[in-house]
């Protein structure tokens, strides 16, 4: 397989002597990490561990310390798991059961986690809906898992209201009302049951079913996000989420009860609900929790709270980079972070500019057996992880994995980019979709030897030694032109370094008579910037081999991203760089220039006629 272009230095790579030199600064933390160890590799899926089993042992340990809290309210692990309960005698009541599916759909607050702690209580299923999801996308999301129940927060009822004739079935409705429902629990609309008001005066003790909840019952069904084609639910079982338990709370951040980790995060999102919110519950920290994540809010946030860890998705570093400096980021409480996604061209610059002494990025998916954390603090990687996994040499031109002779895949060599596969097995189960035929399609037979099976990430990545990986790209995000494979995520990482470039999209496109697929490039300049053509080239010259430097350039006012700020590509690669199929200004590289110049309706008739040669 031909090299993916950039971005691994050879300082990224971990010999066995670095990894051991490493190890002594971690000494404080082994029986933690050991402990986090013991929850990833349990493999007895009848335990009786779950998320309610660990708020519950975390109300236990520290009672009166902070769990949840936000701009008006502060709520100690003792009041918030006493208001779970009560929430849980609720909907026991309503006939919430053991496996009953609920769809939960409220922005973030502090609402949002006290139901899905309820509902974990009782071993039922949250279906976590995209907040962002109108008319027949949240229609399909609602349908696909068929709820008995839906909770439904007021800021967002005039969307359900939209898609209610559309659902196979209505089921039972609640409303929580959009102020402090602890407070008062409000007056609840016509034909909506009120929740908060059901749960006033029920026990405030855990209910025996937390203790019957086992690690192979689902916990949530998340939603993917949708960058093409309609979502899927996945399931996030109490066993993979155990398994976070362990590998984020225990081995990787280990956060304490005097931490606060800041999340703005959107909690229908694995990243919130499992990732971050099982960091804090494993040492009793406390989370502040915003209902969107504003670049500049944020440090003034970070003091308010007195935060010392924040989620992210690596989108938001880079947003933070680009905001002027502040006095509020000057000297501020962060000393950790956890996420993924923080690119290796701002990992440096990000941790120096704002004083994180460690950044636990990580890799998983919601439907995925596998996940990697960066334990030992390393730089440019995803980290370690303890599953049975490989990295596969991939075709990308006939898209699909290459077999030997005898048929059976091949590992990769190391630092060379490859298929990142985990075995299936009763260590590391596949849960995958709730629709089997989507789970089917995404797992390999007869891999290393005839009757295994293995979960199929779809994500390029390559091994740095000791265990450790680095992210270079999604399977779908990688194109080939010139004999060659093209990282788009390494591509827009060397067009965000450009100066005046806020946000970079790069896919590939078709030219006629051509083999392949060349690159494009959607920018969004700084407001009232237009790039200079020629310093552009001549900065993608220098950090881009030819293949690899796009031909195409759009200009777009806004990027569209996902809940999670993955870009939107399937529009963008549709209209390609046909001016009649936006209003958006286009530019072309041509052969032999040295700049980019405005692509018109003639000029693209040319291109299209074969006039230049690529």
Not at 99 to 113: C, I, P, Q, W, Y
Not at 131 to 146: D, I, Y
Request: with cysteine.
């Amino acid at each position: 397989m031909p090299n993916v272009p950039i971005a691994m230095s050879q300082a990224d790579l971990i010999s066995p002597v670095r990894f051991l030199a490493r190890l002594p600064l971690h000494l404080p933390r082994v029986p933690r990490m050991l402990r986090g160890l013991y929850y990833a590799g349990i493999r007895n899926r009848d335990r009786n561990l779950s998320l309610a089993w660990a708020l519950e042992r975390a109300a236990r340990l520290h009672p009166e310390r902070p769990a949840l809290m936000d701009e008006q309210r502060r709520l100690s692990y003792d009041a918030f798991n006493a208001w779970a309960n009560r929430l849980a005698w609720a909907f026991k009541a309503e006939g919430v059961r053991h496996g009953s599916v609920v769809a939960v759909m409220l922005e973030n607050r502090l609402e949002l986690l006290a139901i899905l702690a309820a509902l974990a209580k009782l071993g039922a299923i949250g279906a976590l809906i995209n907040t962002t999801q109108r008319g027949k996308v949240l229609a399909h999301s609602l349908n696909l898992v068929e709820p008995s129940h839906f909770v439904i927060g007021d800021e967002l009822r005039d969307a359900f209201d939209e898609v209610r004739g559309e659902l196979v079935d209505e089921g039972r409705h609640y409303w929580v009302g959009d102020h402090d429902t602890l407070a008062a629990p409000g007056e609840a609309p016509a034909g909506w049951h009120n929740l908060m008001r059901l749960a006033l005066g029920r026990d405030d003790a855990n209910p025996p079913d937390s203790l019957r909840v086992r690690m192979k019952d689902a916990c949530f069904y998340i939603y993917t996000s949708g960058t093409t084609g309609l979502p899927k639910a996945s399931i996030m079982s109490h066993g993979k989420w155990i398994k976070a338990y362990g590998g984020f709370g225990h081995s990787g951040l280990t956060l304490d009860e005097q931490d606060v980790l800041y999340l703005t995060l959107p909690c229908y999102h694995n990243n919130a609900v499992t990732v971050c919110w099982s960091a804090a519950l494993a040492g009793g920290a406390a989370i502040a929790l915003r209902r969107k994540f504003s670049a500049s809010a944020f440090w003034a946030d970070v003091r308010r709270y007195n935060a010392t860890c924040f989620g992210y998705i690596g989108e938001l570093c880079r947003y933070l980079l680009n905001q002027p400096p502040s006095e509020d980021e000057r000297d501020n409480s962060l000393r950790c972070m956890i996420g993924n996604g923080l690119r290796p061209s701002i990992w440096a610059e990000f941790k120096e500019r704002f004083g994180i002494e460690r950044i636990t990025e990580f890799y998983a998916s919601s439907e995925g057996n596998i996940g990697f954390t960066n334990v030992f603090n390393f730089d440019n990687t995803v980290g370690f992880s303890p599953a049975t996994y490989a990295i596969v040499r991939y075709d990308l031109e006939n898209d699909r994995p290459i077999r030997n002779a005898k048929g059976f895949l091949e590992k990769a060599d190391k630092g060379e980019a490859g298929l990142l596969i985990s075995e299936i097995s009763d260590k590391w189960p596949f849960d995958g979709y709730t629709d089997p035929a989507k789970s089917e399609a995404v797992i390999l037979r007869n891999v290393f030897k005839k009757g295994d099976a293995w979960y199929n990430t779809g994500d390029l990545m390559r091994d740095i030694g000791c265990k450790h990986a680095q992210f270079v790209d999604r399977l779908g995000d990688t194109f080939r032109w010139k004999g060659e494979n093209v990282s788009t995520t390494e591509v827009e990482s060397v067009l965000g370094a450009f100066p005046g470039i806020e946000d970079a999209v790069v896919y590939g496109v078709e030219i006629p008579g051509t083999n392949g697929r060349c690159g494009m490039a959607a920018l969004r300049p700084a407001p009232g910037l237009i790039p200079d053509w020629h310093e552009l080239a001549a900065h993608l010259d220098r950090e881009l081999p030819p293949y690899a430097i796009p031909l195409f350039v759009r200009l777009l006012a806004k990027v569209e991203t996902t809940g999670t700020f993955k870009y939107k590509k399937t529009d963008l690669k549709r209209e390609a760089y046909d001016p009649t199929a936006t209003h958006d200004a286009l530019f072309v590289r041509l052969p032999g220039e040295d700049r980019y110049q405005p692509l018109d309706a003639d000029l693209y008739r040319a291109i299209q006629n074969g006039e230049y040669r690529f």
